[in-house]
């Protein structure tokens, strides 16, 4: 694998957050990696609806959206969205190639696709471990409980950090 796979890897795998219990990307993402505008984009997949059931894409409700806000540092553009985001599922990413034909939308795909795969196979990878972890704390005696507690915070995700007001603070 040539090096500017593994930077597009990275790229694309800190591009896939978890909503509504899926993997997802957020449109404005996939634009900029497909190389298109967020709205052009979004009046493909409106075009062509039928392609896009709620379980391959949908918009994020306000809560969501703040969600997403605090976990994205940097918001570019002219001052924020004027829709709410629309994300798109394994699935959906996948149907985005059917109404995105540039040779750079195929490529992008290609690599979309094998992010989720890794990250289904580090997921699955995670269960795995934490099924054995529960095997061997039930073989062992409970001095070993303290480092089973550390070993299973190790293995959780970080809440993400919220985020801090921008001002300054009355007293």
Same mark, same amino acid.
């Given at each position: 694998?040539?090096?500017?796979?593994? !930077?597009?890897?990275?790229v694309?795998? +800190?591009t896939i957050?978890s !909503?509504r219990?899926?993997r997802?990307m957020l449109d404005?993402?996939?634009?900029?990696?497909?190389g298109?505008?967020?709205?052009?984009?979004?009046?493909?997949v409106v075009r062509?609806?039928?392609?896009?059931?709620?379980?391959f894409?949908?918009?994020?409700t306000?809560?969501?959206?703040?969600n $997403?806000?605090?976990?994205?540092v940097?918001v570019?553009?002219?001052g924020? +969205?004027?829709?709410p985001?629309r994300?798109?599922?394994e699935?959906?990413?996948?149907m985005?190639?059917?109404?995105?034909h540039s040779p750079r939308?195929? &490529?992008?795909n290609i690599? !979309?696709?094998?992010a989720?795969? +890794?990250l289904r196979?580090?997921? &699955?990878?995670n269960?795995?471990?934490?099924? +054995?972890?529960? $095997?061997?704390?039930?073989?062992?005696?409970?001095?070993?409980?303290v480092?089973?507690e550390?070993?299973?915070?190790?293995?959780?995700?970080?809440?993400p950090?919220?985020?801090?007001?921008?001002?300054?603070?009355?007293?």
């Open positions: 694998m040539n090096k500017s796979n593994l !930077i597009a890897a990275n694309i795998e +800190r957050y !909503i219990g899926h997802v404005a993402d996939l634009a900029n990696l497909y298109v505008t967020t709205s052009n984009l979004n009046k493909a062509n609806a039928k392609r896009f059931p709620t379980d894409a949908f918009q994020v306000a809560t969501e959206a703040d $997403l806000q605090a976990s994205v940097a570019k553009g002219r924020g +969205r004027r829709k985001a994300v798109f599922t699935q959906g990413v996948a985005l190639s059917t109404v995105l939308a195929i &490529a992008v690599e !979309i696709m094998r989720f795969v +890794r196979h580090l997921l &699955a990878t269960a795995d471990l934490a099924r +054995r972890l529960d $095997l061997m704390e039930a073989k062992y005696d409970k001095q070993f409980s480092v089973f550390a070993i299973r915070q190790l293995m959780t995700e970080p809440e950090p919220k985020p801090t007001p921008i001002g300054f603070k009355t007293t």
